[in-house]
C-alpha cells in the first residue's frame, strides 16, 4: 500500500462546478496534512494546510480531514477554467521531516 | 518577499558528468528540503537540512548524490557520474522553525544524454 493515494484522474468537472479531490494515507500518526496545485511544467505551489479533524475555510477552497478514516479532501467551489492543474496531496510522516506526496490527480475545468 | 529561487532552471549534461544545483531558501528559514520529481514517479524526497542538525539524508538514492549547506542558507545538491535514469526536475523547498509549510522554489529541469 502506498503512503499516499490519491486517484490519478483526469477529473473533469463544469466550470463554476464543484470539485472533489481525494486523499487517503497509511501512517496513522501523521498530524499535517498540505494540499499543493502544480500547472504543467511549474513547481508546486501551496493551497491549504490542515492539522485538525473537520473543515477548513480559504476562499474557494476547502480542505476536510479526518483522521479516524484517515482521509483528507479538497472542494473547490465555483470552479474556473484557471484551477485546471495537477492538485498533490502531501502528508508529513510522524517523526521524520520530510512530506510524502501523493502522484497527484489531474483535473479539467470545462468552460 | 523573496521566495526560494533554484540555479539553473535548466541544465543539460553528458552521461558520467558531475553536476551541482544551487538552492537558495526563503530568507530566515531555517528548514532546507531538496526533492525530485520524475516523469510518472510523483514527487520524492532526498535529503532534508534543519539548522546545525545533522541533515536526514535518508531519501538520496545513491551514493553519487550528496548535499551541503554552507553557513546554514544556500545548499547545493551534487550528483556525480550523471546516469541518465538521474533526468528529472529537482525541486528544493524550504521552511521556517514555526511551521511545517514547506514552500518550493520553481526547479532544475537536468537532462542527462
Known amino acids: 500500500q502506498k503512503e499516499v493515494e490519491q486517484n490519478s484522474g483526469p477529473l473533469s468537472v463544469p466550470e463554476g462546478a464543484i470539485a472533489s479531490l481525494n486523499c487517503t494515507y497509511s501512517d496513522r500518526g501523521s498530524q499535517s496534512f498540505f494540499w499543493y496545485r502544480q500547472y504543467s511544467g511549474k513547481s508546486p505551489e501551496l493551497i491549504m494546510f490542515i492539522y485538525s479533524n473537520g473543515d477548513k475555510e480559504d476562499g474557494r477552497f476547502t480542505a476536510q480531514l479526518n483522521k479516524a478514516s484517515q482521509y483528507v479532501s479538497l472542494l473547490i467551489r465555483d470552479s474556473q477554467p484557471s484551477d485546471s492543474a495537477t492538485y498533490l496531496c502531501a502528508v508529513m510522516i510522524q517523526g521524520a521531516q520530510k512530506l510524502v506526496f501523493g502522484q497527484g490527480t489531474r483535473l479539467t475545468i470545462n468552460p | 518577499g523573496a521566495g526560494v529561487s533554484q540555479s539553473p532552471s535548466n541544465k543539460v549534461t553528458e552521461k558520467g558528468k558531475d553536476v551541482e544545483l544551487r538552492c537558495d531558501p526563503i530568507?530566515?528559514?531555517?528548514?532546507l528540503y531538496w526533492y525530485r520529481q520524475s516523469l510518472g514517479q510523483g514527487l520524492e524526497f532526498l535529503i532534508y537540512?534543519?539548522?546545525?542538525?545533522?541533515?536526514?539524508k535518508s531519501g538520496l538514492p545513491s551514493d553519487r548524490f550528496s548535499a551541503e549547506r554552507t553557513g546554514g542558507s544556500v545548499s547545493t545538491l551534487t550528483i556525480q557520474r550523471t546516469q541518465q535514469e538521474d533526468s528529472a526536475v529537482y525541486l528544493c523547498?524550504?521552511?521556517?522553525?514555526?511551521?511545517?509549510?514547506?514552500?518550493f522554489g520553481p526547479g532544475t529541469r537536468l537532462t542527462v544524454l
Open positions: 537540512f534543519q539548522g546545525n542538525s545533522a541533515p536526514d
Open positions: 523547498a524550504s521552511s521556517s522553525s514555526y511551521t511545517d509549510t514547506q514552500y
Open positions: 530568507s530566515g528559514h531555517t528548514a
